[in-house]
């Protein structure tokens, strides 16, 4: 006996029924809540100042040592190589401002 329309709309509407969206959800919003605003404000804030440091040395290939594990440093790196940023970092102190050339946004989307 072939099944009826309705019968088939139900069984496509209990395979969509069984995804969960709460999780995809949170997602989104934890996305939204994340990334909104995070150009703002355009100081430097708290330990930016060391690693947007290390970060401009990684760029323009100066020799460096630092005690801590270098991976944090490299993925600012890579954010900041990856928008073009060619590591001419003038800031040097925690409220400095940060010059337009510096994309702030990229460099603090990698925590």
């Keep these: 006996m072939p099944a009826t329309r309705s019968s088939q709309l139900s069984s496509i509407m209990a395979c969509y029924s ?6 995809i959800l949170l997602t989104c919003l934890s996305m939204l809540t994340r990334f909104w605003r995070l ?4 100081y ?3 330990d930016e100042v060391y690693y947007s440091m290390f970060s401009s040395y ?3 290939h100066k020799f460096f040592f630092d005690q801590n594990p270098p991976l944090m440093k490299l993925l600012m790196a890579a ?7 060619d590591g001419q970092n003038t800031v040097s102190r925690i409220g400095d401002e940060y ?7 990229y460099l ?3 925590p």
Excluded: C, M, N, Q
């Design 18 to 23: 069984s995804v969960d969206l709460h999780p």
């Design 39 to 42: 150009d703002e404000p355009r």
């Design 44 to 46: 430097v804030v708290f």
């Design 58 to 60: 990684y760029l323009t």
């Design 79 to 85: 954010a900041g190589f990856a928008v073009g940023y």
């Design 99 to 105: 010059p337009e050339t510096v994309p702030v946004f």
């Design 108 to 110: 603090r989307f990698i």
